[in-house]
T-cell receptor, first 117, second 116 residues
C-alpha cells in the first residue's frame, strides 16, 4: 500500500530537549516536504527536498532542521524546541512538478501532534 | 508569491443538500495545479479533487465537482447530496513551480458542518 508514515503521532516534550519526527514514504517520490498546521493559518511549509541531499527552506524554517540521506526518508529535527513550536506537523511526498498531466498530488502522513511545555 | 484565500471560515449544510465552498488564488504562473483536501477529525489529509490549470473542463469525482474559472482565479468546490461523513475541514491548495520550490500553498480552511 502506498503510504507516508510519520512517527510519533503524539509527542509531549520539554523546552530545549532535542527531538526528531521521522517520515518515510514507499512510493519512490523525489519530492518531500514538511508542513505545520496551526488554527486559522492553514498549513505552512517548513522545509522541502527535491531529491537526496537536496533540501531547502520553506516559509517557516526557523528552529527546524531536516536531512535527506535516503530517498524514502525525510526526518524533521527540532534541536531546541520551544513552546511556539507546539503544532500539528505533516510530512508529504509527491512526484516532481513538471510533466503536465502527471499526477502530482501530495500524499500526507497521519500527522504528529507536538506539544512543547 | 502565490496566495490562496478561502473566505468562508465555516459553512453548514443539511444532509442531502448541496453546498459550495469558495476559493480564490493569486498567481502570475500559467501552469499550475489546484487541489481540494479534506481533513476529518482524524486529522488525515485526504485528496478530494484536483484540477490542472491547462484543462478547461471542470474536474468531477462522484458527488464532488469544481467550478474552475482561470481568468477570475477562482476554484470553488461543490458537494452534492451532502452526507454526514462530509463534515470536515476543507483546504484549497495551489501547486506551481515558481522559484523551484513546488510547494503547496494552502488556504486557511473552511469548516463544514453537515446537519442531519
Amino acid at each position: 500500500e502506498a503510504q507516508v508514515t510519520q512517527n510519533p503521532r503524539y509527542l509531549i516534550t520539554v523546552t530545549g530537549k532535542k527531538l526528531t519526527v521521522t517520515c518515510s514514504q514507499n512510493m519512490n517520490h523525489e519530492y518531500m516536504s514538511w508542513y505545520r498546521q496551526d488554527p486559522g493559518l492553514g498549513l505552512r511549509q517548513i522545509y522541502y527536498s527535491m531529491n537526496v541531499e537536496v533540501t531547502d527552506k520553506g516559509d517557516v524554517p526557523e528552529g527546524y532542521k531536516v536531512s535527506r540521506k535516503e530517498k524514502r526518508n525525510f526526518p524533521l529535527i527540532l534541536e531546541s524546541p520551544s513552546p511556539n513550536q507546539t503544532s500539528l506537523y505533516f510530512c508529504a511526498s509527491s512526484l516532481r512538478w513538471g510533466v503536465l498531466g502527471l499526477n502530482t498530488e501530495a500524499f500526507f502522513g497521519q500527522g504528529t501532534r507536538l506539544t512543547v511545555v | 508569491a502565490q496566495t490562496v484565500t478561502q473566505s468562508q471560515p465555516e459553512m453548514s449544510v443539511q444532509e442531502a443538500e448541496t453546498v459550495t465552498l469558495s476559493c480564490t488564488y493569486d498567481t502570475s504562473e500559467s501552469d499550475y495545479y489546484l487541489f481540494w483536501y479534506k481533513q476529518p477529525p482524524s486529522r488525515q489529509m485526504i485528496l478530494v479533487i484536483r484540477q490542472e490549470a491547462y484543462k478547461q473542463q471542470n474536474a468531477t469525482e462522484n458527488r464532488f465537482s469544481v467550478n474552475f474559472q482561470k481568468a477570475a482565479k477562482s476554484f470553488s468546490l461543490k458537494i452534492s447530496d451532502s452526507q454526514l461523513g462530509d463534515a470536515a475541514m476543507y483546504f484549497c491548495a495551489y501547486r506551481g513551480a515558481q522559484g523551484g520550490s513546488e510547494k503547496l500553498v494552502f488556504g486557511k480552511g473552511t469548516k463544514l458542518t453537515v446537519n442531519p
